[in-house]
């Protein structure tokens, strides 16, 4: 019977090792396409040749957000997508194309090809207006027990506040090998994880909006607004909106990333 006792403990320890979780974290194991925005990032580093983790965001088929530490000095990045274990991800990619702007501590990854939309990888949407909710979800691998990158992606609501600068605060249980994570509440990002502390530092996405939208083209909302409105006017002046429609499609060349991405009050 105590043998029994021993094998249980050493089961239990394992298994808290291998999944990261902290038992103060009150974070939750995710389920597949709970959260099919989060992407995992694998990079290799130039100055010390070693491999380092960290996350991001699906922003559409062509680019991933994250912190610009997380980027830093990297040389190679492998990204997994629907990874709930970063073992068994359902799609890699490989890119070496990222835009950083230091001043805002975010850096934009090019994927390097189109991304295929599924029901567990999906990008997420952004929010265009200053107000941030008291309360979100941050999902993250954490780090195991001996200090290296967890395997295993897991949620928490955490409870959110916004400083006099701007940035955004809140209680997530984060290591180094979350950041870039995004704070998200209804499907919306609010957030980029770029500093672990006591109380973790977020990037506001209201103060990003105008530089990813100029990296990626992701339209602003006001700018979609005001191309909604002109299309109705050229609709109804022409008598054809299927045509404009078609000449638009053939302009942007890519009408599923279009549909896909924008900026949201």
């Not at 298994?15 to 974290?25: C, H, K, N």
């Not at 492998?78 to 359902?90: E, F, I, K």
């Not at 008291?134 to 195991?144: D, E, I, L, P, R």
Request: include cysteine; charge should be negative.
């Amino acid at each position: 019977m105590k043998g029994l006792f021993v094998l249980l403990c050493v089961f239990v320890a394992a298994q808290a090792r291998s999944t990261g979780v902290q038992s103060e974290s009150h974070r939750i194991a995710a389920a597949p396409g709970e959260n099919p925005w989060v992407v995992h990032l694998r990079l290799a580093v130039s100055t010390s040749g070693l491999l380092n983790s960290c996350v991001g965001s699906l922003l559409n088929n062509r680019w991933v957000l994250t912190s610009s530490r997380c980027t830093l000095n990297q040389r190679f990045i492998w990204l997994r997508y629907d990874a709930t274990a970063v073992y068994s991800p359902s799609l890699v990619t490989e890119t070496s194309q990222v835009t950083t702007n230091a001043g805002l501590g975010l850096s934009l990854i090019n994927i390097n090809r189109n991304v295929e939309f599924t029901a567990n990888i999906a990008p997420v949407r952004l929010a265009s207006g200053n107000v941030v909710p008291a309360s979100a979800k941050f999902c993250g691998y954490g780090a195991n027990d001996d200090g290296a990158a967890g395997e295993y992606l897991n949620c928490a609501e955490v409870d959110v506040a916004v400083q006099e600068d701007g940035s955004v605060v809140a209680s997530a249980d984060a290591t180094q090998f979350d950041l870039g994570a995004p704070l998200v509440a209804d499907g919306v990002q609010y957030g980029v994880l770029v500093q672990v502390a006591e109380e973790n530092v977020f990037v506001n996405i209201a103060s990003a909006r105008e530089w990813i939208s100029d990296v990626t083209g992701i339209p602003l909302e006001s700018d979609e607004s005001d191309s909604n409105e002109s299309n109705g006017d050229s609709n109804e002046s022409n008598g054809d909106s299927g045509e404009d429609d078609t000449e638009e499609d053939e302009s942007s060349g890519d009408s599923e990333e279009d549909e896909s991405v924008r900026f949201v009050n």
